[in-house]
């Protein structure tokens, strides 16, 4: 599995950004897709997940009612969805999979074996 991650940039706080991370190789709609980010110094943190079933989604505490997850599988595609940006959002987001089918924990990095090159979200204040 290939994942590439797109749609950050430089945004105003109070602003959104819509990422996308396109996937291409096997079972996309079998995976539970996350997104992580890094902000520098710091280390990678949850940020959201969506199951592959599509039914349960999962958004850290710190962004809550601000970022929103989705997939579209017949594009191969998870979104997310960031409003009411902070310049604590500054990171690079990354998005990530899962192996088919699984019940692994959402929000630990350990658990997601495909990983995409990171796109960069600059919240200015």
């Known amino acids: 599995v290939q994942l590439q991650a797109s749609g950050g940039g430089l945004v105003q706080a109070g602003g959104s950004l819509r990422l996308s991370c396109a996937a291409s190789?096997?079972?996309?709609?079998?995976?539970?897709m996350g997104w992580f980010r890094q902000a520098p110094g710091k280390e990678r943190e949850f940020v959201a997940a969506?199951?592959?079933?599509?039914?349960?989604?999962y958004v850290a505490d710190s962004v809550k009612g601000r970022i929103t997850i989705s997939r579209d599988n017949a594009k191969n595609t998870v979104y997310l969805q960031m409003n009411s940006l902070k310049p604590e959002d500054t990171a690079v987001y990354y998005c990530a999979a899962q192996a088919p089918y699984s019940s692994s924990r959402h929000d630990y990095v350990g658990e997601y074996g495909y990983w995409g090159q990171g796109t960069l979200v600059t919240v200015s204040s």
């Open positions: 969506i199951r592959w079933s599509g039914d349960s989604t």
């Open positions: 190789g096997r079972a996309f709609s079998s995976r539970t």
